[in-house]
């Protein structure tokens, strides 16, 4: 599990992907930006994205449809948001690392 308090990679991800693995989950924390509409002109917004995929292989060579991605404000809280939603999906999805985890 990601202990927040000493989850601080927000100044890193404002220049670098940070990726990761948690038991068989890997993860992938970058910043992304994203094409907003705004009343009658559309603009780029920066975002979090997070990437889950299961281990054993990296996310290149991981097939998209067992990627899951969830976007989050592109500032620390969104870091700490994206923290809860990465220990969330462990433990929802626990069958599924484990299983990659022997696949090692």
Not at 74 to 99: I, R
Request: with cysteine; charged share 40%.
């Amino acid at each position: 599990m990601i202990e927040k308090d000493k989850f601080h990679i927000f100044n890193y991800i404002k220049k670098e992907e940070y990726c990761a693995s948690m038991d068989g989950m890997r993860y992938m924390l970058k910043k992304h930006k994203k094409k907003v509409q705004e009343e009658d002109n559309e603009e780029e917004k920066e975002i979090l994205l997070v990437t889950i995929w299961p281990e054993p292989c990296c996310y290149a060579k991981t097939p998209e449809e067992k990627k899951q991605r969830m976007e989050f404000d592109f500032s620390a809280d969104g870091v700490m948001e994206a923290a809860d939603w990465l220990n969330e999906q462990y433990m929802q999805q626990k069958p599924l690392w484990d299983l990659s985890k022997k696949l090692v």
